[in-house]
């Protein structure tokens, strides 16, 4: 089969597609045929080797939409999709024609959803869950700054949020991210550039501040996230690729009873992202929640340019699809 396999780590412009024996398919597994396979930052981080627990060689690639077409009778045929932090790093991932994987490592992907619409989904969704619900623990009616608002998990979290029932601060960088943002499902858009995430956010809240911040961001909004927090919010990090450490004032978290708490989907295996994507599968069929609007489909055998096109900073989610299903 096809597969973007590397044995050593380097720059994502020598990536190449090899010609590799398909995996061995074992008890308690399903063979999935790639349709879909999104590529994601972290894909790119991985291929020049910044996951020290990475394998190699490996094939790399997270997120995917498919069918088994080899398992258990009651999952043959069945258009599933998912994803997971060992998928393309400690394991063979999904930028493939096919991927092995346990059968809890599946789920039975929506069909309000297009294939690479449902392969899109994986890391910015769960991420955006992961964040406002498991760690975040968002309440209906509760004010929410989603940083990064016109990105993948930034658009996820808005529509989750939305979904759950919260009134959101969306903060992007500048006046073009700011088209991007979904002006429906958000009360009010603060602006980097123009340095007013704290006075919007209190004029929105009357005063009060918001009951959570998600951080996507890192260090360099740190301080102003705290600003904007109501006493007793909850401030959620999910990045630092924005600077690792800032000051953060001591007194003011503890007489404010703010939190500071972190997210990483570095914990899903397959398995548990599968477990996500249940959860999250009847709000997408109910239309409650939607993929994202941009998805940008290359061939598999492009793999190298679908990856520059990322690293550059697209504005679509990018997803590669085998040559086989390319066209269609």
């Known amino acids: 089969m096809k597969a973007l396999l590397i044995e050593r780590h380097g720059p994502h412009a020598d990536l190449q597609v090899h010609d590799v024996p398909a995996p061995p398919l074992r008890p308690g597994q399903v063979r999935v045929e790639v349709h879909a396979a999104a590529v994601n930052p972290s894909d790119i981080v991985s291929a020049q080797g910044g996951f020290q627990h990475a394998r190699l060689p490996r094939i790399l690639g997270r997120d995917f939409a498919g069918r088994v077409i080899e398992g258990p009778p009651e999952w043959l045929g069945a ?60 309440a209906a009616g509760e004010w929410v700054i989603i940083s990064g608002a016109a990105g993948a998990v930034g658009s996820a979290a808005i529509e989750i949020a939305a979904a759950q029932g919260a009134r959101i601060v969306a903060l992007v960088r500048n006046d073009e991210e700011m088209q991007r943002v979904d002006r429906a499902k958000v009360a009010v858009i603060a602006s980097s ?111 190298a340019s679908a990856y520059a096109r990322v690293a550059a900073g697209a504005g679509t989610k990018v997803v590669l699809a085998p040559d086989a299903w390319f066209s269609r």
Do not use: C
Request: charged content about 20%.
């Open 79 to 138: 258009d599933v999709w998912g994803t997971g932090f060992d998928l393309g790093i400690t394991q063979d991932g999904t930028h493939a024609e096919q991927v092995v994987l346990p059968i809890a490592g599946v789920a039975r992907r929506p069909m309000r959803l297009s294939v690479d619409e449902a392969a899109a989904v994986g890391v910015p969704f769960t991420m955006a869950w992961s964040a406002l619900v498991s760690a975040g623990r968002l």
């Open 193 to 303: 550039d123009r340095g007013d995430l704290v006075e919007v956010t209190r004029a929105a809240t009357s005063g009060k501040g918001a009951n959570l911040a998600l951080n996507g961001v890192g260090g360099v909004l740190l301080r102003p996230l705290v600003e904007a927090l109501a006493d007793g919010g909850r401030m959620v990090v999910y990045s630092a690729a924005a600077g690792r450490e800032a000051p953060l004032d001591l007194l003011d978290l503890y007489r404010r009873r703010l939190q500071l708490i972190g997210a990483s989907t570095g914990i899903l295996d397959a398995a548990a992202g599968a477990r996500l994507l249940t959860t999250l599968a009847p709000l997408f069929e109910r239309g409650e929640i939607a993929p994202p609007r941009a998805v940008e489909r290359h061939a598999l055998s492009a793999a």
